[in-house]
């Protein structure tokens, strides 16, 4: 009896874990992020983009060094990943005229920091990004899926 609900509880957790997108779901530091040449890494308050189920929580932007006239105040949105003609792209719907838009996805592995590293660009705006709270080891095979499709 105890062998037949432990095999059921292995077998939970493993389809649960096998869930792809579950690897890019938790918090991502900012590196770097350039609107066109300017450097807005200091602006934020934190380095931080959280991404939820479909839902994003956006990084509060402190001060607008780069002399932008745009809405800044919105931190919550929503993304999708999409593939298009082969390539794919982040997209962030949000009331927050820095990162709404369309962005080419790029992911890959720093092997020697094991970090799962996400660069987004668009037209102005590029962005470097490292997985906070990861077990590199666990979820390989999820990292290396989402570096595949890129």
């Known amino acids: 009896m105890i062998v037949p609900a432990f095999l059921v509880i292995v077998a939970i957790l493993l389809t649960s874990c096998s869930d792809k997108n579950e690897v890019l779901k938790g918090d991502w530091a900012i590196e770097s992020i350039y609107y ?23 990084p509060d932007v402190m001060n607008n060094g780069c002399g932008l006239d745009f809405n800044l105040s919105e931190t919550k949105g929503k993304y999708s990943i999409r593939e298009i003609d082969n390539k794919l792209f982040f997209i962030i719907d949000a009331d927050n005229d820095l990162f709404k838009g369309r962005y080419l996805a790029k992911f890959y592995v720093d092997e020697k920091k094991k ?14 990004m490292a997985k906070l709270f990861l077990d590199y080891d666990w979820s390989k095979r999820e990292i290396d899926y989402w570096i595949k499709k890129t």
């Open 36 to 58: 066109d040449s300017c450097n807005m890494k200091t602006s934020f308050s934190l380095n931080i983009l959280r991404l939820f189920d479909q839902a994003c929580e956006l």
């Open 115 to 128: 970090l799962f590293i996400l660069n987004l660009s668009s037209t102005h705006l590029k962005i470097t």
